[in-house]
């Protein structure tokens, strides 16, 4: 079932300029979600964990991404009204922030900064970040939205192997499967269609090709200079990979952007003009000041060539032997979100095993934390990961601010400490130097 | 020698007596009670106790630091806007006082619960920690065979740590044992609903987190003993009205806040340490243990805001609890930065609007120590309830 693509000429791929295709694609997205009530198609709300989106493309679902919602609030600048608004209403200011602005946003009656919001008719929560959970629950009180909580268990302790095919991996995707048949059922229930398993099969092939030319995008980060910014860039071609993952043009997306990237190998072009330090950044974005983050550590020299957000943000899907067998689409999918959910997790629960290994990857000089003060997900072990890796004398960071709440940037604050610490990398000198 | 004569005040107090010696410290006490060969604390909620008595380790339910603890290590290890509970219980692995627990487990209750057992593996290598993941969906067919093969994974785990094999002889036992105690703490509950002003909140509260520090044998003796001294006990009812407490389901509020509240108020139920008593009613004690337990965390286990079950909604359960003991109002509590708990005291409160349930929001942390003014806010809460019911 697998098609190969056929590679474009030249000056296609020079003209190919991924931010402005990847807004293009957004764009277009919301534009199609803003009609959907409207034309009856079937709405779902979904993360970007755990989401069996092959499932609900199987059945035309359009697809809402709350998190995104938010933090294109963020994004947009307007972030503030929404969370104030959620405030007002009496929610804690010790919540996540990104809830905050989605319940900013039922308060405003679906209004978002880019259009209308389509009302959903089924909403999946998987508890890959509990607050998932707790978030659906909310629509579930307020709007009624029907909602399916996939649980997807994860890496269970330290040291934890599990390798496609053995027992724990065989019991722990029977159980992804028959929570995929009870889900499959409502669909069927919701749409009034059966499922298609041949339509099945397609989206998996398409995500098959999106996740082997996003895992050759990550690895090229590998060489120096770096061609793009994990945490500018890579913000951009992991928002395509979630919503446009399975279609047409989030493989289109990917494979351009991977050739994209390859001429810039190829021409010697890292992203930063002179770089002189590789990092790793941990945790999430702040999308109220991303740029301005960046900016900071680029002024220095500075790169990230990786972010763990690129692994678990995308549930996980970016280890290179986690293909769907399209031949058995059902049993597949079950077995591959299983060991994906568990790579998705691992990365924050036991994030010091990945960590060690990714900074090797990556060739990184130091390790940047950040905190978010309302993402207990991210944030909660992440001081005394930080402790850990020390350990293994690599210089990091930590700074601290907030997803969307632009309350909480500290700019001279977090100014000083990135100063300090590449003065302190430049005493050390980067590894490439050494 | 004359037959002592049973007075059942002095009975209560040593009783009482034994249970706060039992849970002062809120480390691991010296010494281990015969019939065990280690120790296992579980982090709330949901731990299958009977699994670890069985294994001949003492479950010790890992409850918080309390209110007197120095923290000095945690502080650099977790950020501020981490609940009390998993900062303490951090505090507490750093600074030696769990140093001697045989393994340590936790839950997928919530994102900072489960980043404990990274934590534990970095800083506590020699222990065993792990993740039980019990699952947030129970509705679909095969929850509980899933929950069987999680808990016969610890059963694997624990085994070998101690190099014994649990038989199911001895998991049958460690039901009968923990049924026992489910009995006598639905008793306890019973006489708060029936007859408050017999037994207070603190009181009731004390005698069931004595089990976090003591096999249950030693515990349903000590209820056994409390139970018949507080059907003797003489103590006139007041005027005071009944109110349901929530959100003690994980982190633990102060004795002194509980204090202050039954000064004020009958609390006539209750979620606190429903760690400790999640399982509404008795395992079957034929057939296989391990499916017996699970099968009873689908069809037989407390809700709370850190369970996802459709057939239990949050208000559903509450109004269920409001009714269940007769009580004419809500104390509604979170602890400070816990995002379950402070998402659910929110859509409580809306509830309560929408159908007219007098309500107190209080928010608590373990480590707090003032009360004055809480318990003026609580005894002003009383005094309209009291007014608004005359
Ligand atoms: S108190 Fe709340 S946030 Fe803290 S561990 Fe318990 S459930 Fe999680």
Redesign the pocket.
């Known amino acids: 079932m697998t098609t190969a693509t056929a590679s474009r000429p030249e000056t296609e791929k020079s003209a190919f300029d991924p931010r402005v295709e990847g807004q293009r694609l957004i764009k277009e997205w919301y534009a199609e979600l803003e009609q959907a009530n409207e034309l009856g198609q079937p709405v779902a709300n979904v993360f970007v964990m755990g989401n069996a989106v092959e499932i609900l493309r199987a059945f035309d679902f359009k697809l809402v991404f709350p998190e995104i919602n938010s933090l294109q609030t963020g994004v947009r600048k307007s972030s503030e009204e929404y969370i104030r608004l959620s405030e007002d209403y009496g929610m804690s200011p010790d919540v996540c922030s990104y809830v905050k602005a989605d319940v900013g946003l039922i308060l405003k009656e679906n209004r978002h900064p880019v259009g209308r919001i389509p009302k959903a008719s089924l909403a999946i929560a998987s508890n890959m970040c ?1 607050t998932f959970i707790k978030w659906a629950e909310i629509w579930e009180r307020w709007l009624k939205t029907p909602t399916f909580v996939l649980d997807l268990p994860g890496q269970r302790a330290a040291g934890w192997q599990v390798r496609p095919g053995d027992a724990q991996h065989s019991a722990d995707s029977r159980w992804v499967e028959a929570q995929f048949a009870e889900l499959i059922a409502r669909c069927e229930k919701i749409t009034g269609k059966k499922l298609d398993l041949d339509k099945l099969a397609e989206i998996e092939d398409r995500v098959n090709r999106m996740v082997g030319h996003w895992n050759n995008v990550m690895m090229l980060n590998r060489r120096t200079p770096a061609p793009y910014n994990a945490m500018l860039d890579g913000l951009t071609y992991i928002g395509i990979m979630n919503v446009h993952r399975g279609t047409q043009e989030g493989v289109d997306f990917m494979r351009r952007l991977e050739q994209h990237l390859e001429a810039k190998v190829a021409r010697g072009e890292g992203r930063v003009k002179d770089e002189r330090f590789r990092l790793l950044f941990s945790g999430t974005p702040c999308y109220v000041s991303m740029r301005r983050l960046v900016e900071l550590f680029e002024n220095w020299g500075g790169v990230f060539a990786y972010s763990d957000y690129l692994t678990f943000a995308a549930g996980g899907m970016d280890a290179a032997e986690l293909r769907y067998d399209t031949s058995r689409p059902l049993e597949s999918l079950a077995e591959v979100t299983a060991i994906a959910a568990q790579r998705g997790l691992s990365n924050q629960f036991f994030a010091h095993e990945r960590l060690a290994q990714q900074i090797r990857d990556y060739g990184t000089d130091g390790v940047v934390f950040h905190g978010i003060k309302s993402c ?1 997900f991210v944030s909660s072990g992440m001081a005394d990961t930080r402790e850990f890796i020390s350990r293994l004398d690599v210089p990091t960071l930590y700074i601290e601010s907030d997803l969307i709440d632009p309350r909480y940037w500290a700019d001279a604050q977090i100014k000083n400490r990135v100063d300090a610490f590449f003065e302190a990398l430049g005493q050390r000198g980067s590894r490439r130097a050494s | 020698m004359p037959e002592a004569v049973y007075d059942s005040q002095k009975e209560l107090e040593l009783v009482l007596e034994r249970c706060n010696e039992a849970v002062r410290e809120p480390g691991i006490p010296p010494g281990l009670p015969e019939g065990f060969s280690g120790t296992l604390g579980h ?3 949901y731990f299958p106790e009977e699994i670890a008595h069985a294994a001949g380790l003492l479950p010790m339910a890992l409850l918080g630091g309390g209110n007197r603890m120095e923290m000095k290590h945690a502080d650099a290890r977790m950020g501020s806007f ?5 900062r303490s219980t951090t505090e507490m692995g750093l600074n030696g006082s769990l140093k001697d627990l045989s393994g340590f487990v936790t839950h997928p ?5 489960k980043h404990l057992a990274g934590i534990w593996a970095r800083n506590l290598p020699d222990q065993v920690s792990q993740i039980l993941y019990l699952p947030q969906n129970v509705n679909t067919p095969g929850a509980v065979r899933y929950i069987a093969a999680e808990y016969q994974r610890l059963r694997g785990v624990l085994e070998a740590k101690t190099g014994r094999k649990v038989s199911d002889e001895a998991l049958r036992a460690s039901l009968r044992t923990y049924n026992r105690n489910r009995a006598l703490l639905r008793e306890v509950y019973a006489l708060r609903r029936d007859a408050p002003w017999k037994l207070s909140c603190t009181e009731s509260y004390l005698l069931t987190r004595a089990r976090s520090r003591m096999p249950c044998e030693e515990h349903n003796a000590l209820l056994e003993r409390a139970l018949a001294a507080l059907a003797h006990r003489k103590a006139p009812a007041q005027d005071k009205p009944r109110v349901v407490f929530v959100g003690g ?3 633990q509020p102060p004795l002194e806040m509980l204090e202050a509240i039954d000064e004020s108020c009958y609390v006539v139920d209750d979620d606190l340490l429903i760690g400790m008593r999640w399982l509404t009613a008795d395992v079957p004690e034929g057939g296989d243990p391990v499916w017996a337990l699970a099968e009873s965390y689908v069809e037989r286990s407390a809700a709370s ?2 369970q996802h079950d459709a057939r239990k909604s949050k208000e559903g359960y509450l109004m269920e609890m409001l009714r269940g003991a007769n009580a004419d109002a809500a104390i509604l509590t979170a ?1 400070k ?5 402070l998402d659910d005291q929110l859509a409580w409160s809306k509830h309560f609007d929408e159908v007219g349930v007098p309500y107190l929001v209080l928010e608590f942390e373990e480590k707090m120590t003032s009360f004055e003014q809480m318990a003026m806010q609580v005894e002003t809460f009383a005094e309209s309830l009291l007014f608004a019911l005359a």
């Open positions: 509990s207990r | 982090f709330p909620v981490v609940c009390s509970i998993c209750i919530c994102d900072a619960a389901f994980c982190e805001p850190v602890a930065f816990c995002e379950p708990g």
